[in-house]
């Protein structure tokens, strides 16, 4: 039976302020949205001290601020599709999006998943989609019996490396920050302390290498906690990891938008929210001149 795919006018990627301030006017302009996260709110502005520049919040504590932010989604009936989102792929007149193993469509999309600061390893890119993969649910299967790496920079990393453990011969796991080193690893996985460094092969992935010892693999899935720009939707112009932006939010594809920390410096919320508002006017206007041709 085909999966039901379902459609929004306007998918938004990340829930920090950039996303959930693009939500909120979408969703005054009464357009229908995904608003894509793995928190209601994402866990980075809770851990925020004191933001002093946020108008008329003075010293409002990053904790504060994600309640505010919850309330507001809450008032305006916002959900967030607590999924990953893996790739965007521009279909002309529209977009798909894959989170985990579903497929969704939107007529645009508003990219505000934050970045990166982590440079992609040596091999990544070229290994991408031959043995480097950014989805353990998605590509799991692919691994049936064999021996693959993840390097895991989040808490869900932990998740999907015992969901991988129970499909795969043997993960190795390398833990890259506090956060994904959690109890409950166990079974079939090793935990190695080495810091990787470079992805090799020929026609597909073969070895992982680390600063002290060299790993034979046949897969290398690497969650990072944003997705580099350029290796989330192909085609996608870039400079220095950001998406390329005008003042308008727009992008080099029609009808995809980005926002926040993806966009560039300054890293500020406030700056962020004000680009989440115009991202969603910008998609706005865009979805009716679309409509105006039609």
Known sequence: MAQDIKTADIAIIGTGPAGISAAITAKIRNKEIFLFGAEPVSSKVAKAHRILNYPGLPAVSGEELAQAYKRHLDELQIAVTKKRVHAVYAMGSYFAIQAGQEQYRADSVILAC????????????????????????????????KTVA?????????????????????????????????????GNIEICTEKPAEITGTMKVEQLKTDGKLYPVDGIFILREAVFPGQLVPGLKTEKNHAAVNLQMETNVAGLFACGDIAGTPYQYIKAAGQGNVAALSAVSYLNRKKETV
Do not use: H
């Open 150 to 186: 993840v390097i895991g920079y989040t808490k869900e990393s932990v998740e999907e490396a015992q969901y991988l453990a129970e499909i795969v011969g043997k993960v190795l796991y390398f833990p890259m920050g506090k956060e994904a080193v959690l109890p409950g690893l166990s």
């Open 114 to 145: 934050g970045m990166t600061a982590d440079k992609p390893f040596p091999g990544e890119n070229e290994f991408l989609g031959r043995g480097v993969s950014y989805c353990a649910t998605c590509d799991a299967q692919f691994f049936k019996g």
